[in-house]
């Protein structure tokens, strides 16, 4: 892969990074523990609270994952191992890796 390519790459997967890690403290306060007034709060309410609760853990968890695909990416193209299927060690087509950079596989080996 061409260098004017990678740092195309490096550059895209530091903005992701830069957006995860600021949407990253939103997530947290969400994801927070629910308190509610059992005197004032119906049940629905409550369970409706837990449930927006559990969605918020699960989408910082994803939100977690993402950013470490994405790390290992940065790494990937620093050690000059970007763009290499972990399976095989032929190349990753240019289309796929413009889709999503932080691919760990050729498509054949993804199936």
Not at 17 to 25: P, T, V, Y
Not at 59 to 76: D, F, P
Request: net charge neutral; hydrophobic share 35%; glycine share 6%.
């Amino acid at each position: 892969m061409e260098k004017i390519q990678l740092d195309k790459f490096y550059e895209q997967l530091c903005q992701m990074r830069a957006e995860m890690l600021s949407r990253r403290e939103v997530s947290r306060e969400a994801a927070g523990t629910v308190t509610l007034d059992q005197t004032s709060v119906g049940r629905l309410s409550r369970m409706d609270a837990l449930q927006s609760q559990q969605m918020a853990i699960e989408v910082q968890r994803r939100k977690e994952q993402m950013l470490t695909r994405i790390e290992g990416a940065i790494r990937r193209i620093d050690k000059g191992e970007f763009g290499e299927c972990f399976e095989c060690g032929e190349d990753i087509s240019l289309a796929r890796l413009r889709v999503d950079p932080t691919v760990t596989r050729c498509i054949s080996c993804q199936k």
